[in-house]
């Protein structure tokens, strides 16, 4: 702040200049603090991509440009930071599975308005994030349309079952600017979306879901792909992370090695199937005390939500014939909600939230585990992936 300058004057300065979203600054400028104060420290490979705030006229010219005004929390949250530079990794979050890439930067305004949609059933949207790797992105709504609310923020997902191409479903992630931005802000510096390899992995850890069976811990977080989802028809795909852990002041000969792993799957229909195979994503792993193993797999299903339970079996490395079980503790995966499109309203009378039980389950290998590196786009670029348990 500059000391020889009255405070009048500074305040008639910033209030000219910011005095329409001084129902927004607070709360933004705090968050976005928050946010950088936790990538110098954990990502800072990330603070070089962003941006400068933009300028009220640019704001104003890009209004002129799209033809609709755009929300005052967006605005005010721009002229702080104007998003980020075109990079990998995302500043809204990263997801890998080993044959699927997901990473999301926040798109500049000006980005923004070259990706402004006006075809029928995105009509009025605006992009707000954008990934190289799937071409997805999340949308905010600037006018109330097609179904949707004013501010909506969504992934749009096209009907897969309509013939009109304008039939797109929406699975809504926000219903404001500010919202959106400072809940996700709100779980990164509260640590409840892991950093890996210097990103931010939006997978989510109910702190209930950890089991100890004697000097092992296992506890599971999960994370939505909407890229891989869709409502019609119903397919809902979810990966999960689980962490097994032996405790530093576990005796030497408690070691041992997971042999299999046995897994109950209840949906919302109440239907029950059990799976049981060897080992987890092809690996046998041995624990130690202190050893941590983590590995990552993934699940589709066709009801709106489902949960999985299950146990690990192990042997004693001294003693092979000491073979016991290890509890894995039920974990939830929870569609989050969607609105379909107007098309389909307008012309059924089926209510969206019966969806008929259309998954298939092959017997699979179960070869999906987390990383970054060996990403075949090909496979990516597929809607559907087979179920992984």
């Given at each position: 702040?500059?000391?020889?300058?009255?405070?009048?004057?500074?305040?008639?300065?910033?209030?000219?200049?910011?005095?329409?979203?001084?129902?927004?600054?607070?709360?933004?400028?705090?968050?976005?603090?928050?946010?950088?104060?936790?990538?110098?420290?954990?990502?800072?490979?990330?603070?070089?991509?962003?941006?400068?705030?933009?300028?009220?006229?640019?704001?104003?010219?890009?209004?002129?440009?799209?033809?609709?005004?755009?929300?005052?929390?967006?605005?005010?949250?721009?002229?702080?930071?104007?998003?980020?530079?075109?990079?990998?990794?995302?500043?809204?979050?990263?997801?890998?599975?080993?044959?699927?890439?997901?990473?999301?930067?926040?798109?500049?305004?000006?980005?923004?308005?070259?990706?402004?949609?006006?075809?029928?059933?995105?009509?009025?949207?605006?992009?707000?994030?954008?990934?190289?790797?799937?071409?997805?992105?999340?949308?905010?709504?600037?006018?109330?349309?097609?179904?949707?609310?004013?501010?909506?923020?969504?992934?749009?997902?096209?009907?897969?079952?309509?013939?009109?191409?304008?039939?797109?479903?929406?699975?809504?992630?926000?219903?404001?600017?500010?919202?959106?931005?400072?809940?996700?802000?709100?779980?990164?510096?509260?640590?409840?979306?892991?950093?890996?390899?210097?990103?931010?992995?939006?997978?989510?850890?109910?702190?209930?879901?950890?089991?100890?069976?004697?000097?092992?811990?296992?506890?599971?977080?999960?994370?939505?792909?909407?890229?891989?989802?869709?409502?019609?028809?119903?397919?809902?795909?979810?990966?999960?992370?689980?962490?097994?852990?032996?405790?530093?002041?576990?005796?030497?000969?408690?070691?041992?090695?997971?042999?299999?792993?046995?897994?109950?799957?209840?949906?919302?229909?109440?239907?029950?199937?059990?799976?049981?195979?060897?080992?987890?994503?092809?690996?046998?792993?041995?624990?130690?005390?202190?050893?941590?193993?983590?590995?990552?797999?993934?699940?589709t299903f066709s009801t709106t939500w489902e949960y999985m339970e299950g146990h690990y079996t192990?042997?004693?490395?001294?003693?092979?014939?000491?073979?016991?079980?290890?509890?894995?503790?039920r974990f939830h995966m929870v569609c989050p909600p969607f609105r379909e499109s107007v098309v389909?309203?307008?012309?059924?009378?089926?209510?969206?939230?019966?969806?008929?039980?259309?998954?298939?389950?092959?017997?699979?290998?179960?070869?999906?585990?987390?990383?970054?590196?060996?990403?075949?786009?090909?496979?990516?670029?597929?809607?559907?992936?087979?179920?992984?348990?």
């Amino acid at each position: 702040m500059q000391s020889d300058v009255p405070w009048r004057s500074l305040f008639r300065q910033y209030y000219c200049d910011l005095g329409r979203y001084i129902e927004h600054y607070a709360v933004l400028k705090a968050a976005w603090d928050q946010l950088k104060a936790f990538l110098q420290q954990r990502c800072p490979r990330m603070i070089a991509s962003l941006k400068e705030g933009a300028k009220e006229e640019e704001l104003d010219v890009i209004e002129s440009q799209i033809g609709c005004k755009l929300p005052d929390d967006y605005r005010c949250s721009y002229r702080i930071h104007n998003g980020q530079k075109l990079v990998v990794p995302g500043l809204m979050g990263s997801m890998a599975l080993s044959n699927h890439y997901r990473s999301e930067d926040l798109l500049d305004v000006e980005t923004a308005a070259g990706g402004f949609q006006q075809r029928k059933g995105m009509r009025h949207c605006l992009p707000l994030t954008f990934c190289f790797h799937t071409g997805l992105s999340q949308y905010l709504s600037l006018e109330k349309t097609e179904g949707r609310q004013l501010s909506d923020i969504f992934y749009h997902c096209p009907d897969q079952m309509a013939q009109d191409p304008s039939a797109i479903d929406m699975f809504i992630t926000g219903s404001s600017f500010s919202e959106w931005f400072t809940s996700y802000v709100n779980n990164v510096v509260k640590g409840e979306y892991p950093i890996i390899r210097d990103q931010i992995f939006r997978y989510v850890h109910d702190k209930q879901c950890v089991a100890r069976t004697g000097d092992i811990t296992v506890s599971v977080s999960t994370s939505f792909l909407p890229e891989l989802s869709s409502v019609h028809p119903p397919h809902f795909f979810f990966t999960y992370r689980i962490r097994i852990e032996m405790c530093s002041d576990a005796l030497p000969e408690e070691a041992c090695q997971l042999d299999s792993r046995y897994w109950k799957i209840t949906n919302a229909s109440g239907n029950i199937e059990e799976v049981r195979g060897p080992g987890v994503v092809g690996e046998f792993p041995v624990m130690t005390p202190g050893k941590v193993h983590e590995y990552a797999s993934c699940t589709t299903f066709s009801t709106t939500w489902e949960y999985m339970e299950g146990h690990y079996t192990f042997h004693r490395l001294a003693n092979k014939e000491e073979v016991f079980h290890v509890v894995i503790p039920r974990f939830h995966m929870v569609c989050p909600p969607f609105r379909e499109s107007v098309v389909r309203s307008q012309g059924s009378t089926n209510d969206s939230s019966r969806l008929n039980d259309d998954d298939s389950d092959g017997d699979y290998p179960d070869d999906y585990e987390e990383g970054l590196g060996g990403i075949n786009m090909a496979a990516a670029e597929g809607r559907h992936c087979p179920r992984h348990i």
